[in-house]
């Protein structure tokens, strides 16, 4: 499986994106997802992650109620809609997978329990 996210740019205050994360090859549908975000100086971090079928998802505190993990897996597509952004949102947003255990209800929080990573897409929120 390769993973390409899409969907970055610069907003102000207050605005919204939707991050999205094609992946190409591979048994998309089985595989637990997560985002995971970098900003300048910090180690990366958990964003959210959402399990195979999209029944169970897991965020960081700072982002809930804020944003949404979604997945269509006929569309091989994880998503991540990210409202009420703030500068703090500002990092590089990376999306993984993990096939760690295929068509659990698993979903996962640290980094080194997923395998496959996308390139990454810039988020600049301005104040």
């Known amino acids: 499986v390769q993973l390409q996210a899409s969907g970055g740019g610069s907003v102000p205050a207050g605005g919204s994106l939707r991050l999205s994360c094609a992946a190409s090859?591979?048994?998309?549908?089985?595989?637990?997802m997560g985002w995971f975000r970098q900003a300048p100086g910090k180690e990366r971090e958990f964003v959210a992650a959402?399990?195979?079928?999209?029944?169970?998802?897991s965020y960081v505190d700072s982002v809930k109620g804020r944003f949404t993990i979604s997945r269509e897996n006929a569309k091989k597509t994880v998503y991540l809609q990210m409202n009420s952004l703030n500068p703090e949102d500002t990092a590089v947003y990376y999306c993984?997978?993990?096939?760690?255990?295929?068509?659990?209800?698993?979903?996962?929080?640290?980094?080194?329990?997923?395998?496959?990573w996308g390139q990454g897409t810039q988020v600049t929120v301005s104040s």
């Open positions: 993984a997978a993990s096939s760690r255990a295929l068509y659990s209800g698993n979903y996962y929080r640290p980094a080194s329990l997923y395998n496959l």
């Open positions: 959402i399990n195979y079928d999209g029944g169970s998802t």
């Open positions: 090859g591979g048994i998309f549908s089985g595989y637990a």
